[in-house]
């Protein structure tokens, strides 16, 4: 324990720097996959024949390794933050795109019926009705793409763009576990913290009458 806490201090230059590259390189990748895989999914709700292409091509995605994605990029991009953050986004979408889609079809149909009954549009019938009805469905899938970004951000260092896999990769290199731990802790920590974050942003943006108390 004293040998971690000199390490800390002795290297916080270095651990603050990865942090924030860390912080960085999760949320641009994670907003942008939102962006991305948010109105996919609602598309390919209200066009069903869609679905199972547009899912599955993402899926594949989500098989291949992780190491393996970031060093078929090098070549077609370069190294640095971009390689990452694009890499990064390929694997946040599958977990937004199916949860979105999944919460989207399970809303009942006699709501939207009587939605429609009500003369309103599909629109309408979209924000006020489907959408935070599927709202608990999108957050987990959010929450499941941030655990997942947070954690697979740490292979960034291996293409140059940073954050706390160098670190734990230093860490590794010198065979001092005080550092991988220096640089795996945050991590962890940083995926709860994100985690618990949008936790509170689902609390707030549930409707009053869809909580479960």
């Known amino acids: ?32 996959g939102i962006a991305i895989a948010l109105p996919l999914g609602i598309l390919i709700a209200r066009y069903g024949k869609y679905a199972e292409p547009v899912i599955g091509i993402t899926a594949v995605f989500q098989t291949i390794p992780s190491l393996a994605l970031f060093g078929f990029l090098v070549p077609l991009i370069g190294i640095g933050s971009n390689t990452a953050l694009i890499a990064l986004i390929i694997y946040a979408l599958l977990p937004i795109l199916r949860n979105t889609y999944t919460g989207l079809t399970s809303v009942d149909s006699s709501i939207i019926e009587a939605g429609r009954g009500m003369g309103m549009t599909r629109t309408q019938i979209l924000k006020q ?18 655990v997942l970004t947070v954690g697979i951000a740490t292979l960034a260092t291996f293409v140059g763009a940073g954050g706390l896999g160098d670190v734990i990769y230093r860490g590794l290199q010198s065979y001092n576990n005080s550092l991988v731990l220096a640089g795996a802790l945050p991590v962890a920590l940083l995926a709860i913290g994100f985690d618990f974050i949008l936790k509170m942003v689902e609390k707030k943006a549930t409707p009053k009458g869809m909580k479960i108390h």
Not at 12 to 26: G, K, P
Not at 129 to 146: D, K, N, V, Y
């Open 129 to 146: 009705l489907e959408f935070p009805l599927a709202l608990p469905f999108i957050m987990a899938g959010i929450r499941t793409a941030t």
């Open 1 to 32: 324990m004293t040998k971690f806490l000199e390490t800390l201090q002795s290297r916080s230059d270095l651990i603050i720097e990865a942090f924030l590259q860390h912080i960085y390189l999760s949320f641009v990748a994670l907003a942008v």
